[in-house]
């Protein structure tokens, strides 16, 4: 399998393409919060839908197989996207064109901006590294924004460490 494709914000997608993401959304879609943490899903049972949902939100969220109502026969899809820059990014694409019911729930997200101040001022990592997407990754407890550059430093020099000891 390839590997997967990383969020690009800047595809731009058409307004008849908006449309179709908040129509989606609108009929299938969730939006909220959970723990603090953004949840921005969809489950379907037609998984190119799901594909060009991704697609047009430049590669948001993963796509993986679930089980739904046992008594579905068809196999059921699920995309999902829990970090706070895909889902401001999603948001931004459809929020005019949603309810006033979804728009509420898609300010509880809008409200976790904060945290992303310092990508939103193009910021840098301690090392001098650029925090620009493809570069970040967020840490899976803390959910703090990480260089993926000095992340992967320190997994090298780490397992550097351990085949040292292990020699020794
Ligand atoms: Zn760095």
Known sequence: MPPPKPFNPDYDPTDLERGWLAGFFEG???????????????N????????????LTGNCG???????????????????T???????????????????????KADEIRMLKPRRAKLERGGK??????????NIEEHPKS??????ICVNTRRRARRAE???????
């Open 62 to 80: 993963t796509i993986r197989p679930t089980k739904g109502n046992k008594l579905s026969v068809k196999q059921l899809w699920h995309w999902q």
């Open 82 to 104: 829990n970090s706070i820059a895909e889902a401001h990014h999603v948001i931004n694409l459809i929020y005019d064109l949603l309810s006033a019911r979804r728009q509420a």
């Open 28 to 42: 299938e879609g969730y939006l909220g919060l959970t723990q603090n943490r953004p949840r921005v899903a969809i």
């Open 125 to 134: 990592c301690i090392n001098g590294h650029d925090l620009v997407p493809g």
């Open 162 to 168: 351990k085949n040292l000891t292990s020699v020794a």
């Open 44 to 55: 379907n049972t037609d998984l190119s839908l799901l594909e060009r949902l991704k697609r």
């Open 143 to 148: 959910h703090s924004i990480q260089c993926r």
